[in-house]
C-alpha cells in the first residue's frame, strides 16, 4: 500500500514561486515513476511533470517546461516540485501520483493571484 501526502501549496503573487513537496510511506520508494498533476474545477486532471526512481529522467508538460522542476530524495521518499514564475493559470489542486501503482494523494491546492 502507498501511501502519498502533498503540501507547500498555498497564495502566492504572479511572478513568485513555490515548492511542494510529497512525501510517500512505501517501501520501495526508489523504483517508482512518480508524477505531479493538476486539477481546475470543470476541468480534467492535467499532467505536470514526472521523474523516473533514479531521478536521472524527468519529463515536463509544455506549460510549465522551463519554470517547474521536478525531483526527489528517495532517503527521505519524497519528490518535490519547485514551481517558478508562477502565473494565474497555474492555480489548482497540485497532486502526487505514483505512476507505477496509480495511487493518487489528496492534493495541496496553489492559487496564484494578488
Known amino acids: 500500500q502507498v501511501q502519498l501526502v502533498e503540501s507547500g501549496g498555498g497564495l502566492v503573487q504572479p511572478g513568485g514561486s513555490l515548492r511542494l513537496s510529497c512525501a510517500a510511506s512505501?517501501?520501495?520508494?526508489?523504483?517508482?515513476?512518480m508524477g505531479w498533476y493538476r486539477q481546475v474545477p470543470g476541468s480534467p486532471r492535467e499532467f505536470v511533470a514526472s521523474i523516473d526512481g533514479g531521478g536521472g529522467t524527468t519529463a515536463y508538460a509544455d506549460s510549465v517546461e522551463g519554470r517547474f522542476t521536478v525531483s526527489r530524495d528517495n532517503a527521505k521518499k519524497r519528490v518535490y516540485l519547485q514551481m517558478n514564475s508562477l502565473n494565474v493559470e497555474d492555480t489548482g489542486v497540485y497532486y502526487c501520483?505514483?505512476?507505477?501503482?496509480?495511487?493518487w494523494g489528496p492534493g495541496t491546492q496553489v492559487t496564484v493571484g494578488p
Open positions: 501520483k505514483n505512476m507505477d501503482g496509480g495511487h
Open positions: 512505501t517501501k520501495f520508494f526508489e523504483l517508482y515513476l
